[in-house]
T-cell receptor, first 111, second 114 residues
Framework: DAKTTQPPSMDCAEGRAANLPCNHS???????VYWYRQIHSQGPQYIIH???NNETNEMASLIITEDRKSSTLILPHATLRDTAVYYC????????????FGEGTQLTVNP | NAGVMQNPRHLVRRRGQEARLRCSPM?????VYWYRQLPEEGLKFMVY????????ESGMPKERFSAEFPKEGPSILRIQQVVRGDSAAYFC????????????FGAGSRLTVL
């Protein structure tokens, strides 16, 4: 699975959009981009995933660049409860179901 | 529709004792994954099991740790002769099939070794 690089921490004002970047420059054609988050001491929570098209669900939007070397997770209206560590994970079909978590980005939403 | 259930949520053991952590996957899920999170560290994959089979145990320590997922009942992560370094949060996740896009995680079991 391709390696991902995320900033260690970010801050966001409550009510504003939070844009979390992820670099995955060695991603291959059959690898998906997944985002999970872990709110303090809780189990990780799935947010969204995509292959090459932009995706949106009730939690967030995922924007993947045309060359697929990077992506951005967007929380459109961040709340205090969105404070968490956000993990960007790249996984290929040959990896089975296993997810490999990196260091992630600690997002702090401030009032 | 209950999610992934882990118990106990908190477990305290003395050095040398055994710890057993249980994980009941979501209804309809037959694949289970165990992850360990040491204090102030990231999530590390340990083992991936399907009913009655260990599919991938590449993250399991070579000694003292074992996992099973019997035909009936929950998946069990067993740690024999615990040491202080085993103190961690152990998370279980489940999915309905191999290659599923979404893994659903439980709330975790926190092991403290005195």
């Amino acid at each position: 699975d391709a390696k991902t690089t995320q900033p260690p921490s970010m801050d966001c004002a409550e009510g504003r959009a939070a844009n979390l970047p992820c670099n995955h420059s060695t991603i291959s054609g059959n690898e998906y981009v997944y985002w999970y988050r872990q709110i303090h001491s809780q189990g990780p929570q799935y947010i969204i995933h995509g292959l090459k098209n932009n995706e949106t669900n009730e939690m967030a939007s995922l924007i993947i660049t045309e060359d697929r070397k990077s992506s951005t997770l967007i929380l459109p209206h961040a709340t205090l409860r969105d404070t968490a560590v956000y993990y960007c994970i790249v996984r290929g079909l040959t990896s089975g179901s296993r997810l490999t978590f990196g260091e992630g980005t600690q997002l702090t939403v401030n009032p | 529709n209950a999610g992934v259930m882990q118990n106990p949520r908190h477990l305290v053991r003395r050095r040398g004792q055994e710890a057993r952590l249980r994980c009941s996957p979501m209804k309809g899920h037959s694949h289970v994954y165990w992850y360990r999170q040491l204090p102030e560290e990231g999530l590390k994959f340990m083992v991936y099991l399907q009913k009655e089979n260990i599919i991938d145990e590449s993250g399991m320590p070579k000694e003292r740790f074992s996992a099973e997922f019997p035909k009936e009942g929950p998946s069990i992560l067993r740690i024999q002769q615990v040491v202080r370094g085993d103190s961690a949060a152990y998370f279980c996740a489940s999915s309905p099939r191999e290659g599923a896009n979404v893994l659903t995680f439980g709330a975790g079991s926190r092991l403290t070794v005195l």
